[in-house]
């Protein structure tokens, strides 16, 4: 089986690059008084999960975000920041797409391009989408089906195209015979088999297997069309050709990026953007704190990230600006691993250890508290995937009984694991990633009170895929505990965890299954969830890995992560949404007014 090589780039990139703005803090945060939207804002989390200033929005004005950190490319195929993905509705369009609606609803499937859900046969292993009247590229040439399949060939083109997610890929060709459209030898470079065009407004998918997260697949960015005498390949991301309301204007790498409106979308085409601003603008900026001066002094809208604020910003907008803050929770679950290769963690009961020595209050502070860090992760499923149970599944108290650690268990499982006196190990840590280090430091402190003495190494935090993605580095260094953090690409338990717990996703470069998991029960779950088309099964199966894969103690989770995002007071028809991790929804902001 092929695997998903990037799957986890969009979660390390959008958490590891972006977020010189997030993840700065070592120390809890305050409260600060709601001013009750006295200034034009609308109030303490009136965006989170709901949709604030809906009744204000206008058309027109000028839609300008403020960011430390460019996209790691805009091009729809390469494209994996989470916030890339949101903001790539502006410029490009799917057969599918979410519901603009906020927080789970968000996470639905709506048709975009297609005129329905598709229909599917032949036991889920035939997709066929028809497309809707009037859809247009931005020189009002019509998208068609082989504009479709051309932009999903395009993931097979990995050696032009490096990055974005290649679970089509893998889901249509999984033993890779077709090359990609740079190397197709037919004619019109559409020679993936797996993909029929019969007409120009009918697309047809066919599968090898039945994959139940299909339709979640064809919503990705990069399931985008792209037009063939548009594709300037690698230059692609520099000024992509738009099938969406706005098209691009300027883009200057990490420095400005322009969209004006596409005079040729049609909006009766178009059953999702309302397309409210005239121009929407991102200004990028080398330093957070300045970033964040310019957002509270009303310059900027918000932040593309959706990292959450620096502490130095985040501070005083608690205290003068709360009603212009928003506290979702981000769908991703900060934590350390333990890889089975480093003794002694090949046994479960120095694991336990691990999990009853922590202290997860400390390890909570450490990550920002409960507003800027998040609730204390109990388990590895996060709260935006189906199946998941929060904090009432919390098989190891550890936000109940044992939340400030139990030595006396912890002394158990050291005497069970025939450590009584402890043992040494390395916590591995992104040297990139202050709150990571300040994380480690907590975990160690506490680990120390039970025996077990823990060094840190601190690794270059750019080069994570060859230092903690190769299992034998991590043998050679004796990394017993890895702290990472993972978010879903697609709301489900196979869009979030089979990188990370199927034993077919080791990998001796970009390996994500830290864990070295190879749990038998586990991989015939995740087979049974991808041929499972019935929803309330899926769930069911979702859960049962979830509490296999915390009996097997093999990660402690340290928060269900939260974040302080920034809206301004000009924003309206503002909602945070499940889809992009807690993000807001870009595609239907708008301004209160045209000024």
Not at 417 to 428: E, L, M, R, V, Y
Not at 454 to 466: E, L
Not at 550 to 572: D, Q, V
């Amino acid at each position: 089986m092929t695997t998903q090589r990037t799957s986890g780039r969009r979660k390390q990139a959008l958490a590891a690059a972006a977020v010189v703005a997030g993840l700065l803090t070592t120390a809890a945060c305050g409260g600060g008084k709601d001013d009750g939207g006295k200034n034009g804002a609308a109030g303490f989390n009136a965006a989170n999960n709901k949709i604030a200033q809906a009744s204000l929005v206008k058309k027109g004005g000028e839609l300008k975000f403020a960011s430390t950190q460019d996209a790691d490319s805009w091009d729809t195929t390469r494209g994996y920041y989470g916030f890339m993905w949101d903001f790539s509705r502006y410029y490009s369009r799917q057969l599918l797409t979410y519901k603009t609606q906020p927080g789970a609803a968000g996470a639905e499937l709506t048709p975009d391009l297609a005129t329905d859900m598709g229909q599917v046969a032949d036991g889920g292993k035939t997709y066929t989408f028809h497309l809707r009247d009037g859809i247009t590229w931005e020189d009002g040439k019509p998208i068609t089906s082989k504009d479709i399949k051309y932009g999903i060939e395009r993931a097979w083109a990995q050696d032009v195209l490096s990055g974005g997610p290649v679970y089509l890929k893998d889901v249509l060709d999984p033993d890779g015979a077709y090359k990609g459209p740079y190397k197709d030898t037919s004619a019109d470079h559409l020679g993936l088999k797996a993909i029929d065009t019969p007409d120009d407004k009918t697309i047809v998918f066919h599968l090898p297997k039945p994959n139940s997260d299909f339709l979640q697949m064809v919503a990705l960015t990069s399931a985008s069309p792209v037009r063939q005498d548009k594709d300037t390949k690698s230059q692609y991301g520099l000024h992509p050709f738009s099938s969406g309301p706005y098209k691009f204007q300027s883009y200057s790498p990490g420095k400005s990026l322009v969209l004006v409106r596409n005079t040729n979308w049609k909006a009766s085409s178009d059953p999702v953007r309302k397309a409210y601003p005239d121009k929407i603008s991102i200004k990028f900026f080398t330093n957070a704190n300045d970033m964040d001066q310019r957002l509270l002094a009303g310059d900027y809208d918000l932040d593309l990230a959706q990292t959450g604020m620096s502490p130095q910003g985040r501070t005083t907008a608690l205290k003068a600006h709360k009603a212009n803050l928003d506290n979702p929770v981000s769908g991703y679950v900060r934590y350390a691993v333990f890889p089975q290769s480093v003794k002694p963690f090949d046994n479960i009961h120095c694991r336990k250890a691990v999990l009853y020595g922590a202290d997860h209050v400390s390890l909570q502070t450490a990550r920002g508290g409960p507003i800027a860090g998040g609730d204390i992760g109990t388990n590895m499923l996060p709260p935006s995937v189906p199946g998941a149970e929060g904090q009432k599944y919390d098989p190891y108290e550890m936000a109940g009984a044992n939340k400030n650690g139990n030595a006396a268990k912890a002394k158990e499982e050291l005497k069970a694991c025939g450590k009584p006196n402890g043992f040494s190990t390395t916590i591995a840590v992104r040297n990139n990633k202050p709150v990571e280090v300040a994380t480690a430091e907590s975990l160690q402190a506490s680990l120390k009170k039970v025996g077990i003495n823990a060094q840190i190494d601190q690794y270059d935090g750019s080069q994570t895929a060859g230092i903690i993605g190769s299992p034998s580095n991590v043998n050679k260094k004796g990394y017993g505990i890895i702290i990472m953090g993972w978010g879903p690409d697609f709301p489900s338990v196979q869009g979030y965890g089979m990188p990370l717990w199927d034993s077919s996703y080791i990998l001796q470069s970009g390996n994500n299954n830290y864990a070295l998991i190879k749990d038998k029960s586990i991989d015939k779950m995740f087979d049974d969830f991808v041929t499972t088309l019935d929803e309330s099964k899926k769930t069911q199966l979702s859960t049962e890995i979830n509490h296999k894969v915390m009996e097997g103690a093999y990660y402690l989770p340290f928060t269900f992560e939260k974040f302080i995002n920034w809206r301004s007071s000009r924003l309206a028809n503002v909602y945070t949404t499940n889809s992009y991790n807690g993000m807001y929804d870009f595609v239907n902001l708008g301004l209160k007014s045209s000024k």
